[in-house]
Nanobody, 124 residues
Framework: QVQLVESGGGSVQAGGSLRLSCAVSRYTMGSGCMGWFRQAPGKERERVAHIYPISGAASYADSVKDRFTASQDATKNTLYLQMNSLKPEDTAIYYC?????????????????WGQGTQVTVSS
């Protein structure tokens, strides 16, 4: 069974930074879509970023572009989300996810496995 475990969440003031990690087991990194999502209180879960399985390039939601960086370390089977210039509106539970398909990585429906989530709180 594929397992994902996030870490690195916490509380930070606006303008600060956090780095989330997602340890992935029983899954070959790069074999499918790999992504980060978030869910704020009272809102639907939304895509933050994903990594294309073939090129390894990352794609970002407009709301986090130029502030967040998604990456992977295949030697450690770990995904990362570096978050800079954090804003109060970034407050949410952040989830990492992986899937078996190599297409349509922006859609939540293609992700087969999800982590338990880690809380990020940004105060003004």
């Amino acid at each position: 069974q594929v397992q994902l475990v996030e870490s690195g969440g916490g509380s930070v003031q606006a303008g600060g930074s956090l780095r989330l990690s997602c340890a992935v087991s029983r899954y070959t990194m790069g074999s499918g879509c790999m992504g980060w999502f978030r869910q704020a209180p009272g809102k639907e879960r939304e895509r933050v970023a994903h990594i294309y399985p073939i090129s390894g390039a990352a794609s970002y939601a407009d709301s986090v572009k130029d502030r967040f960086t998604a990456s992977q370390d295949a030697t450690k089977n770990t995904l990362y989300l570096q978050m800079n210039s954090l804003k109060p509106e970034d407050t949410a539970i952040y989830y990492c996810a992986v899937g078996h398909t190599i297409y349509g990585c922006s859609a939540m429906s293609v992700y087969n496995y999800w982590g338990q989530g880690t809380q990020v709180t940004v105060s003004s």
